[in-house]
Structures are given as structure tokens and as C-alpha cells.
């Protein structure tokens, strides 16, 4: 069973949509996309250097037209389930027919100027924690003030708090925990600091229509599957303010059965985490439009022994 996942903030690079706009009317695409959600999405994928794309209010419209963009050049595919981390499920959003690819990127550049607007109240961030035990981590952050924003599995988890909280946590690791990484990001997501992005959220999720997903949805909150567009998209609006839990959405993977893990543009981060979590299931990431031939014979070698039960 093929599980299709788009990445979060953090996962962009300067010039890494430079590539896919080479492909038969990417560019087009991409453009028109820009001028309905009036952010030049083509200058900040080819030319923006890392701090213009570490806005959040650029990265993430970024991030879902590279990840709409790169499935798309995968071609007509059906995945056992689809999930997103963080920004990455209005992505998955889309890939599930719950929204249509404007809707999605008009959802997102409104969540991205929200959040924005939440970051700049008060100087904040977010840093990964790599190994350690979970329960003292956790418990570690709490006492210095942070927030355990992201539990990613795999060993990691990513705490948000001001920068003075994530100094300390620099100076201070929990015991086992071998490096504190600072990640490209503008703010505590998935924290109470991003409160005020919620209300406006919610009020842009409820000028639009969503679709019952036609793919199984698996959902940050707490990694349950979702079958109602309109839950959908209430999750949506609160996980702003609300730790991603990626270890549910992968136990979920499992339950379902998965035996291979497809990470669209900018790929890297959520196949890193499978490969530790998931130990079996292949995986590949969408870095540049080489990997698609790869990721289509991957998708294909999964679907054959699908249709071999299916005739017998």
C-alpha cells in the first residue's frame, strides 16, 4: 500500500523549484497559480535567496504549489492514504479532492500571512531535538517554557518557544539528546503563540466548499483518518495552534498496512523519518524531476500485486 505525503515548512532551498518549471507547462501552471493568489510563486521558487523564502508567508504557498506541482508530474496515481506535516495538509488537502489546487493555495497564502502576522507579536522559533527518550524531553521542554510543537517519532521532536527558551534549551539539552538543530522557520507554529492566526484562518475555511476526500486522509491531530471534507478542513484551522503528532500519522501508516512511502517536492524530511520509523516500507523523495521515473516504477510495482489479487 502506497502512502503519498507532502513535507512542511522548513523543507524549502533557494532556487529548488528551478528544475520542475522545466517540465511541458510547469511554468504556465505556476504562473497562473501566482497571479490568483498574487505572490510571484516562479521568483521565490528560482531566485529568492534563503531568508525571502524563510517568510512564512512565501514558504508556505511555496511549499504546496512545489508539492501539487511535483505530484502532479507524477502522473494519474491513487495512494492507500495521503497526510501532510504541518502546511503539508493543505497539500494533501488537495490530494485528496477536498480542496481544488486554488482553493488550496488561496487557504494556504491566507494561512501564511496569518501566521506571519502571529510571529511578529513576539520573537519565536522552533528547534529539533535528535534522540532522546520522548517522556523526558517533553517534560524537560515544558520546565524551560517550550512547547513540543512537532512529535515527530523517529527520535525527534521539535520545540517552539521564544528565542531566549530556545537558547536555553541550547545550552540545556534534555539528557540523551544528542543535537539541538535550529530549522528554517519564522515563528512558534503549532503553539498558543499562533492563536491569533486561528480566527482568521477560520474565517477563510468558511468562504470555501470542501469535498468529502476521495483518498483516505490521515490527519495531524492525532493521526486518525478523517472521511468529512468540512472535518478536514476544521482540523485545518485549529492545528495551527496545536502540536503535530507525525508518530500518529506513521503508527496510522502501519495499521493500514503500507509497504511504501512517496514524499513529494521538497522531499527528504518525512522519508528521513520513515526510514527510522517504518523499518520495511520503501520510500522516496521528489527532489528534482530526475527521481520521477524511479517514484513511477516504485508506483507501479506496488499496484501490480493490487491487480494481480484483483484478477484472481
Known sequence: ??????????????????????????????????????????????????????????????LVAAGLLSAAALGDIAPGAVAGHSVGEITAAAFAGVLDDISALSLVRKRGLAMADAAAITETGMSALLGGDPEVSVAHLEKLGLTPANINGAG??????????????????????????????????????????????????????????????????????????????????????????????????????????????????LTGLAKRALPGVRTL?????????AARALVAEIATPAADAAGA
Open 285 to 293: 523523495a521528489l527532489k528534482t524531476p530526475e527521481d520521477l521515473d
Open 1 to 62: 500500500m502506497l502512502v503519498l505525503v507532502a513535507p512542511g515548512q522548513g523543507a524549502q532551498t533557494p532556487g529548488f523549484l528551478t528544475p520542475w518549471l522545466e517540465l511541458p507547462g510547469a511554468a504556465d501552471r505556476v504562473a497562473a497559480w501566482s497571479d490568483a493568489i498574487g505572490l510571484d510563486l516562479v521568483h521565490y521558487g528560482t531566485q529568492a535567496d534563503a531568508d525571502a523564502i524563510r517568510d512564512t508567508a512565501v514558504a508556505q504557498p511555496l
Open 156 to 269: 525527534q521532536i521539535v520545540a517552539a518557544g521564544t528565542l531566549e527558551q530556545l537558547a536555553a534549551l541550547a545550552e540545556d539539552k534534555p539528557e540523551g539528546v544528542r543535537k539541538v538543530v535550529p530549522l528554517k522557520v519564522a515563528g512558534a507554529f503549532h503553539t498558543r503563540h499562533m492563536a491569533p492566526a486561528v480566527e482568521t484562518l477560520a474565517k477563510a475555511a468558511a468562504e470555501l466548499a470542501p469535498a468529502d476526500p476521495k483518498l483516505t486522509y490521515v490527519s495531524n491531530k492525532d493521526g486518525r483518518t478523517v472521511a468529512s471534507g468540512a472535518e478536514v478542513l476544521e482540523r485545518l484551522v485549529g492545528q495551527v495552534a496545536n502540536p503535530v503528532r507525525w508518530d500518529l500519522c506513521m503508527e496510522t501508516f502501519k495499521e493500514l498496512g503500507v509497504t511504501a512511502l512517496i514524499e513529494v517536492c521538497p522531499g527528504g524530511t
